[in-house]
Nanobody
Framework: QLQLVESGGGLVQPGGSLTLSCAGS????????IGWFRQAPGKEREGVSC???????EYADSVRGRFTISRNVPKNTVYLEMKNLKPEDTAVYYC?????????????????????WGPGTQVIVSS
């Protein structure tokens, strides 16, 4: 069974950068869509980015052009590189997995189909 653990969160100033990692164990995550989601205080969890097993990336409008998702198969890890961070990016970031025979897309807006959620990593963007 696939288990995911996030790391790389922390405190960063506005305009700064962070790279989050989502490490898989139990089996390879190369066959799954992997998604990044976040939940800010007092707000609902939202999709940030996902990467299909075929390599297609999706991004929320709020992060497109600033965040980049990538996968390292030998390390069984998916990364979320975040640049030009803003205070509104402050949240707990989670990764999750979704398996589909369709390798060309990932359902970023359908959180109900995602599983193997990690415990999350906190990102705080503040001066």
């Amino acid at each position: 069974q696939l288990q995911l653990v996030e790391s790389g969160g922390g405190l960063v100033q506005p305009g700064g950068s962070l790279t989050l990692s989502c490490a898989g164990s139990g089996r390879t995550l190369a066959i799954d869509n992997i998604g990044w989601f976040r939940q800010a205080p007092g707000k609902e969890r939202e999709g940030v980015s996902c990467l299909s097993s075929g390599g297609m990336a999706e991004y929320a409008d709020s992060v497109r052009g600033r965040f980049t998702i990538s996968r390292n198969v030998p390390k069984n890890t998916v990364y979320l590189e975040m640049k030009n961070l803003k205070p509104e990016d402050t949240a707990v970031y989670y990764c999750a997995a979704h398996f589909s025979k369709d390798t060309s897309t990932c359902p970023l807006t359908r959180q109900v189909v995602w599983g193997s959620w990690g415990p999350g990593t906190q990102v705080i963007v503040s001066s």
